[in-house]
């Protein structure tokens, strides 16, 4: 028996296609993403929307808590380590979460380094903004990309623009002449055999969600046309007035994104999601500053 | 068969991977969300995934009732990893088999190994978070087994394993559902 092939990585992505990924900070919580149609859940102590909220210093949550969601469900559990933490990383291995998102939403430990993925058994998921960013992370070792979006801000804006960049920029490498590929790779700041890859292939090389600002049926729905494979949803679910319908009513809609009928029936009677945040505001001066620019 | 047109449940899962290998094998392959889907086709993958998510998705789709109907007329099924699962006595109750969830560990005892399935010799078999098989009725034949457990049974027309072919290369059970009727694997 072998472990931890890339594989065995790669492939835990793929059986998640499809699904949502909730953010979760309780037991309770996990049993009603999990009754509601997760594909996964992500442990956490505070959803991102309150992370932006307190401020100071965002880590790796306590192994207590990250224990007794991995008690309350049987779906696949995920939690976050600081980019370029590998110590926090190596915690996470050892407490067997099913996967590591190495994410922006904390705060980073290492500005110039991400974590080295290849050397873990248990998978990672990365956030991206663009095409380049999205395939030194591959580089790295991750098995899972999602386009960052702008977490916590119940806007979806910040999603749709990285998930147009980075399918934008698949479509653009798959149509240059393969002498043109050596440049492609320079300016994408990539490994330039990753990006023959991906030239050749036209997709990414591991399965692409989405995530960040995700608080509708609609919003989900929208993400899988423009080329999600699944969502995260972080403080969409648990900061809206009614978490268990608004839960399942974006599994339902990300299912049958392509049927606007179906969205609609999912979208009624929701209650009231959680409040957005424009991200012009954020970006201003004293505004707290953007997730998606922590990470190289 | 004439190109035949496989289906694949598509409420969540891998069920992509299984469309690229049913097209490697010369089947066209349509995504099964409703029951309407489920019309015209020859034969039906039920993919891995999450099987509670799996579950949710068939009940709210209504979908138990046309797939037992689908069952029943004898055409080809597959199923890997939770279509394992939803196939057995606790889900859809179609193959009389007892599927243990995740016995096989969290992510982190993930694994690969050969496998030795009766009829098509050996696979690389990729388990994922994968069940075992820890009972088995008189009509189920057991095709391979891992460490003691059942991981491959065939009942009639049903072949059930608790890996995932369509992450390899090797089509030989993806060849399974298009060219031998719902026949042994040969």
């Known amino acids: 028996m072998e472990t931890g092939t890339f594989r065995v990585k790669a492939g835990l992505a793929e059986m998640l296609k499809g699904g949502v990924i909730m953010d979760v900070v309780t037991p309770e919580q996990a049993k009603v993403a999990e009754e509601a149609g997760a594909a996964a859940v992500m442990a956490l102590e505070r959803v991102p929307a309150d992370i932006r909220r307190d401020g100071g210093v965002a880590r790796m949550s306590d192994p207590n808590m990250i224990e007794g969601i991995q008690q309350a469900v049987t779906i696949p559990v995920m939690a976050k380590a600081r980019i370029g933490h590998f110590a926090e990383a190596q915690v996470l291995q050892a407490l067997e979460v099913d996967y590591i998102d190495e994410s922006e939403v904390l705060t980073p430990a290492d500005e110039a380094h991400h974590i080295d993925k290849h050397a873990f058994n248990v998978p990672f998921v990365c956030g991206a903004t663009n095409l380049g960013e999205a395939l030194r992370r591959i580089a790295e070792g991750a098995a899972m990309i999602r386009s960052k979006g702008e977490a916590g801000t119940g806007n979806v804006v910040e999603a749709v623009r990285h998930i147009r960049m980075i399918k934008g920029e698949l479509r653009r490498l798959a149509s240059l002449d393969p002498v043109e590929l050596p440049t492609a790779a320079k300016e994408l700041q990539a490994p330039l055999e990753i990006v023959r890859e991906v030239a050749q292939n036209g997709k990414l090389p591991v399965v692409l969600f989405c995530a960040g600002g995700i608080a509708t049926p609609a919003d989900a729905a929208l993400m899988m046309q423009l080329g999600a494979e699944g969502n995260f949803v972080g403080s969409g679910i648990f900061k809206s007035s009614d978490p268990e319908r608004r839960a399942r009513a974006i599994v339902e809609a990300t299912t049958h994104f392509e049927d606007p009928e179906r969205v609609a029936a999912a979208s009624r009677e929701l209650g009231e999601p959680m409040a957005g945040l424009e991200i012009g505001e954020l970006d201003a001066p004293g505004g707290g500053g953007l997730l998606q620019n922590r990470g190289w | ?186």
């Open chain 2, 1 to 186: 068969m004439n190109r035949p047109t496989v289906g694949v449940l598509a409420l969540q899962g891998d069920f992509e991977a299984h469309a690229k290998a049913l097209a490697d094998v010369g089947a066209e392959a349509r995504t099964v969300r409703t029951r309407e889907q489920l019309e015209g086709i020859d034969a039906l993958v039920i993919p891995g995934g999450e099987s509670t998510t799996m579950t949710l998705g068939v009940e709210s789709e209504g979908l138990a009732e046309p797939l037992r109907d689908f069952v029943a007329s004898g055409r080809p099924v597959l199923g890997t990893c939770a279509g394992l699962i939803l196939l057995d006595r606790d889900h859809l109750g179609l193959l009389d088999v007892t599927a243990r969830r995740n016995a096989f560990g969290r992510q982190l005892q993930s694994f690969e190994a050969d496998v030795d399935l009766t009829g098509l010799g050996t696979l690389r078999g990729v388990f994922i978070r994968a069940p075992w098989i820890e009972s088995v009725g008189d009509g189920v034949e057991v095709l391979a087994e891992l460490d003691g457990h059942p991981i491959a049974v065939r009942q009639s027309n049903i072949l059930a394993v608790a890996f995932h072919p369509e992450l390899t290369d090797d089509r030989r059970v993806h060849r399974w559902v298009v060219t031998t009727n719902g026949g042994p694997p040969q």
